[in-house]
């Protein structure tokens, strides 16, 4: 994977994809239609949320919900919202 957010989770640093294609090879095989399926139904408003969710889905860390809470407050800042 060439593209990929390095994030510390626990205090152990994990590579988490960043792009669909990424995502995707991540992912095991038997969920990789699941994902095609999620990102070709998602919206404008909803692709942050559904990769996010996969990102994480990607990502063997026991911490997955402390991930999803700093990238959430990542893409917020990012966005000027927070």
């Given at each position: 994977?060439?593209?990929?957010?390095?994030?510390?989770?626990?205090?152990?640093?994990?590579?988490?994809?960043?792009?669909?294609?990424?995502?995707?090879?991540?992912l095991p095989?038997?969920?990789?239609?699941?994902?095609?399926?999620?990102?070709?139904?998602?919206?404008?408003?909803?692709?942050?949320?559904?990769?996010?969710?996969?990102m994480?889905?990607?990502?063997?860390?026991?911490?997955?919900?402390?991930?999803?809470?700093?990238?959430?407050?990542?893409?917020?800042?990012?966005?000027?919202?927070?």
């Open positions: 994977m060439d593209v990929v957010r390095q994030k510390a989770v626990g205090g152990v640093e994990v590579e988490v994809p960043n792009s669909i294609p990424d995502i995707r090879a991540a095989e038997g969920r990789r239609e699941e994902f095609d399926r999620a990102v070709d139904e998602a919206g404008l408003d909803d692709i942050h949320a559904v990769m996010r969710h996969w994480l889905e990607a990502v063997p860390a026991p911490e997955a919900d402390a991930l999803l809470t700093r990238l959430a407050a990542d893409e917020a800042e990012r966005r000027g919202v927070a």
